[in-house]
Protein backbone atom coordinates (compact mmCIF):
# COMPACT_ATOMS: atom_id res chain seq x y z
CA UNK A 1 0.00 0.00 0.00
CA UNK A 2 0.85 3.58 -0.59
CA UNK A 3 1.26 6.19 1.94
CA UNK A 4 -1.95 7.73 1.60
CA UNK A 5 -3.64 4.69 1.37
CA UNK A 6 -1.95 3.66 4.71
CA UNK A 7 -3.05 7.11 6.26
CA UNK A 8 -6.69 6.42 5.56
CA UNK A 9 -6.27 3.13 6.91
CA UNK A 10 -4.97 4.15 9.95
CA UNK A 11 -8.21 7.08 10.51
CA UNK A 12 -10.65 4.63 10.12
CA UNK A 13 -9.05 2.32 12.63
CA UNK A 14 -7.35 -0.35 10.82
CA UNK A 15 -3.79 -1.60 11.26
CA UNK A 16 -2.02 -1.16 8.28
CA UNK A 17 0.30 -3.87 9.30
CA UNK A 18 -2.63 -6.24 9.65
CA UNK A 19 -6.52 -4.61 8.36
CA UNK A 20 -9.28 -6.82 9.22
CA UNK A 21 -11.90 -4.93 6.39
CA UNK A 22 -9.11 -3.97 3.52
CA UNK A 23 -6.31 -6.85 2.55
CA UNK A 24 -2.98 -5.19 1.59
CA UNK A 25 -3.53 -5.93 -2.20
CA UNK A 26 -4.81 -4.15 -5.30
CA UNK A 27 -8.03 -5.14 -5.09
CA UNK A 28 -8.65 -5.17 -1.55
CA UNK A 29 -7.32 -1.66 -1.13
CA UNK A 30 -9.43 -0.63 -4.57
CA UNK A 31 -12.44 1.12 -2.70
CA UNK A 32 -9.95 3.72 -0.80
CA UNK A 33 -7.66 4.20 -4.00
CA UNK A 34 -10.76 4.60 -5.96
CA UNK A 35 -11.86 7.52 -3.26
CA UNK A 36 -8.10 8.82 -3.01
CA UNK A 37 -8.70 9.03 -6.92
CA UNK A 38 -11.56 11.09 -6.93
CA UNK A 39 -9.97 13.49 -4.60
CA UNK A 40 -6.68 13.96 -6.17
CA UNK A 41 -8.88 14.27 -9.17
CA UNK A 42 -11.14 17.13 -7.49
CA UNK A 43 -8.73 18.85 -5.72
CA UNK A 44 -6.42 19.65 -8.74
CA UNK A 45 -9.79 20.66 -10.74
CA UNK A 46 -10.42 22.86 -7.77
CA UNK A 47 -7.01 24.52 -6.74
CA UNK A 48 -5.47 23.80 -9.93
CA UNK A 49 -2.53 22.13 -8.03
CA UNK A 50 -1.07 19.95 -10.93
CA UNK A 51 0.35 21.86 -13.96
CA UNK A 52 2.39 20.79 -16.93
CA UNK A 53 4.04 22.65 -20.28
CA UNK A 54 3.68 21.22 -23.76
CA UNK A 55 5.00 22.33 -26.72
CA UNK A 56 2.96 22.57 -29.77
CA UNK A 57 4.35 23.23 -33.48
CA UNK A 58 2.54 25.09 -35.77
CA UNK A 59 1.78 23.70 -39.53
CA UNK A 60 0.64 26.01 -42.36
CA UNK A 61 -3.05 26.53 -42.36
CA UNK A 62 -3.72 24.23 -39.83
CA UNK A 63 -6.25 25.63 -37.54
CA UNK A 64 -6.72 22.93 -34.55
CA UNK A 65 -4.19 20.55 -32.90
CA UNK A 66 -4.99 17.93 -30.74
CA UNK A 67 -3.13 17.75 -27.30
CA UNK A 68 -2.06 14.23 -26.31
CA UNK A 69 -0.63 13.46 -22.38
CA UNK A 70 0.52 10.51 -21.62
CA UNK A 71 -0.32 10.83 -17.34
CA UNK A 72 -3.58 13.25 -17.58
CA UNK A 73 -6.07 14.95 -18.64
CA UNK A 74 -6.32 18.61 -19.72
CA UNK A 75 -8.38 20.56 -17.49
CA UNK A 76 -7.69 24.02 -19.09
CA UNK A 77 -4.76 25.93 -20.40
CA UNK A 78 -3.52 28.99 -18.35
CA UNK A 79 -1.15 30.24 -20.70
CA UNK A 80 0.03 30.32 -24.39
CA UNK A 81 3.21 31.64 -25.57
CA UNK A 82 4.95 31.72 -28.29
CA UNK A 83 8.48 30.50 -28.77
CA UNK A 84 9.39 31.90 -32.35
CA UNK A 85 7.40 35.38 -31.79
CA UNK A 86 8.49 35.83 -27.89
CA UNK A 87 4.79 37.00 -27.43
CA UNK A 88 2.05 35.63 -25.30
CA UNK A 89 -1.44 34.42 -27.17
CA UNK A 90 -4.60 35.95 -26.35
CA UNK A 91 -7.28 33.29 -25.37
CA UNK A 92 -10.90 33.46 -27.04
CA UNK A 93 -14.05 31.79 -27.68
CA UNK A 94 -15.40 29.77 -31.01
CA UNK A 95 -18.97 30.89 -31.02
CA UNK A 96 -17.52 35.00 -30.56
CA UNK A 97 -15.08 34.51 -33.47
CA UNK A 98 -17.32 32.81 -35.97
CA UNK A 99 -20.23 35.42 -35.14
CA UNK A 100 -18.03 38.16 -35.72
CA UNK A 101 -16.40 36.73 -38.91
CA UNK A 102 -17.78 33.63 -40.37
CA UNK A 103 -14.74 33.11 -42.69
CA UNK A 104 -11.73 33.92 -40.02
CA UNK A 105 -10.65 29.95 -41.24
CA UNK A 106 -9.70 30.98 -44.58
CA UNK A 107 -7.29 33.48 -43.30
CA UNK A 108 -3.91 32.87 -42.38
CA UNK A 109 -0.46 34.99 -40.48
CA UNK A 110 1.11 34.57 -37.33
CA UNK A 111 -1.35 33.59 -34.78
CA UNK A 112 -2.35 35.72 -32.33
CA UNK A 113 -5.23 34.28 -30.34
CA UNK A 114 -5.85 30.35 -29.25
CA UNK A 115 -9.07 28.93 -28.39
CA UNK A 116 -9.25 25.64 -26.04
CA UNK A 117 -11.96 23.41 -27.34
CA UNK A 118 -13.39 20.35 -25.71
CA UNK A 119 -10.90 18.29 -23.54
CA UNK A 120 -7.80 18.29 -25.62
CA UNK A 121 -8.16 20.43 -28.89
CA UNK A 122 -6.39 23.45 -29.12
CA UNK A 123 -7.44 26.15 -31.77
CA UNK A 124 -5.05 29.19 -33.39
CA UNK A 125 -6.32 32.17 -34.53
CA UNK A 126 -5.39 32.95 -37.51
CA UNK A 127 -4.23 29.95 -38.90
CA UNK A 128 -0.18 29.61 -39.04
CA UNK A 129 0.87 30.89 -42.74
CA UNK A 130 3.68 28.59 -42.61
CA UNK A 131 5.77 26.11 -40.59
CA UNK A 132 8.15 26.33 -37.44
CA UNK A 133 6.19 28.52 -35.31
CA UNK A 134 6.39 26.75 -31.48
CA UNK A 135 3.50 27.95 -29.23
CA UNK A 136 4.24 26.75 -25.32
CA UNK A 137 1.12 25.42 -23.18
CA UNK A 138 0.86 26.07 -19.54
CA UNK A 139 -1.62 23.59 -18.70
CA UNK A 140 -3.82 22.31 -15.41
CA UNK A 141 -3.80 18.65 -15.80
CA UNK A 142 -5.77 16.23 -14.48
CA UNK A 143 -3.74 12.86 -13.43
CA UNK A 144 -4.09 9.63 -14.27
CA UNK A 145 -6.05 7.55 -12.02
CA UNK A 146 -3.90 5.40 -9.78
CA UNK A 147 -4.36 1.73 -10.48
CA UNK A 148 -1.89 0.25 -8.25
CA UNK A 149 -0.04 1.32 -4.97
CA UNK A 150 3.08 1.35 -6.86
CA UNK A 151 1.63 4.14 -9.22
CA UNK A 152 3.27 7.68 -8.86
CA UNK A 153 0.80 10.33 -6.52
CA UNK A 154 0.29 12.72 -8.52
CA UNK A 155 -0.94 15.40 -5.66
CA UNK A 156 2.09 18.11 -3.81
CA UNK A 157 2.83 17.03 -0.37
CA UNK A 158 0.87 19.64 1.81
CA UNK A 159 -2.28 18.53 -0.31
CA UNK A 160 -2.26 14.89 0.53
CA UNK A 161 -4.18 15.00 4.07
CA UNK A 162 -6.50 16.90 2.59
CA UNK A 163 -6.71 13.87 0.11
CA UNK A 164 -6.62 11.39 3.10
CA UNK A 165 -9.71 12.95 5.14
CA UNK A 166 -11.86 12.99 1.71
CA UNK A 167 -11.08 9.15 1.59
CA UNK A 168 -12.15 9.05 5.15
CA UNK A 169 -15.18 10.94 4.72
CA UNK A 170 -16.58 8.41 1.95
CA UNK A 171 -16.16 5.69 3.92
CA UNK A 172 -18.14 6.57 6.90
CA UNK A 173 -20.72 7.70 4.13
CA UNK A 174 -20.44 4.45 2.48
CA UNK A 175 -21.26 2.63 6.32
CA UNK A 176 -24.00 4.90 6.36
CA UNK A 177 -22.55 7.33 8.82
CA UNK A 178 -23.34 10.93 7.43
CA UNK A 179 -22.09 12.39 10.85
CA UNK A 180 -18.75 10.92 11.27
CA UNK A 181 -18.51 11.52 7.40
CA UNK A 182 -19.52 15.02 7.27
CA UNK A 183 -16.83 15.58 10.18
CA UNK A 184 -13.52 14.58 7.80
CA UNK A 185 -15.53 16.29 5.03
CA UNK A 186 -15.38 19.25 6.55
CA UNK A 187 -11.95 18.55 7.51
CA UNK A 188 -11.11 17.80 3.89
CA UNK A 189 -12.60 21.45 2.82
CA UNK A 190 -10.52 23.10 6.13
CA UNK A 191 -7.27 21.65 4.71
CA UNK A 192 -7.79 23.06 1.21
CA UNK A 193 -9.18 26.33 2.53
CA UNK A 194 -12.15 26.58 -0.13
CA UNK A 195 -14.86 26.89 2.38
CA UNK A 196 -13.12 30.86 3.13
CA UNK A 197 -12.78 31.00 -1.11
CA UNK A 198 -15.74 29.37 -1.66
CA UNK A 199 -18.50 29.71 1.13
CA UNK A 200 -20.84 27.82 -1.19
CA UNK A 201 -18.78 24.51 -1.35
CA UNK A 202 -19.98 23.78 2.13
CA UNK A 203 -22.89 22.47 0.69
CA UNK A 204 -21.45 19.47 0.09
CA UNK A 205 -23.43 16.32 1.64
CA UNK A 206 -23.27 12.74 2.35
CA UNK A 207 -25.74 10.48 1.78
CA UNK A 208 -26.39 7.15 3.39
CA UNK A 209 -25.08 4.50 1.83
CA UNK A 210 -23.61 6.48 -1.32
CA UNK A 211 -20.50 8.45 -2.22
CA UNK A 212 -20.59 11.94 -1.00
CA UNK A 213 -21.93 14.87 -3.57
CA UNK A 214 -20.92 18.04 -4.38
CA UNK A 215 -24.26 19.85 -5.18
CA UNK A 216 -22.31 22.90 -6.36
CA UNK A 217 -19.02 22.98 -7.89
CA UNK A 218 -17.04 25.98 -7.77
CA UNK A 219 -15.45 27.61 -10.96
CA UNK A 220 -11.60 27.19 -10.51
Do not use: C
Not at 26 to 31: A, C, I, V
Not at 91 to 103: A, F, K
Not at 167 to 179: C, M, N, T, Y
Request: hydrophobic share 35%; net charge negative; glycine share 6%.
Amino acid sequence: MNVLEKQVLELIGENPDSPDVFTDTDEGLEPIRESLNDAIEEITHVIGSYKRTYQVFLQEAQSFYRIKLGNGDLAWITDVWSVTQKRRLKQIDLIPVTVDNPRWLTHSGSPYNYMHIGTNILGVVPAPSGDGDILELTMVVIPRRMEYSTDRIYLRENLQFAAVYFAVGEFWASRGDAKEADIWMQKYLEELGVSKIHPKYNERFAQFGNRSTTPNTPPP
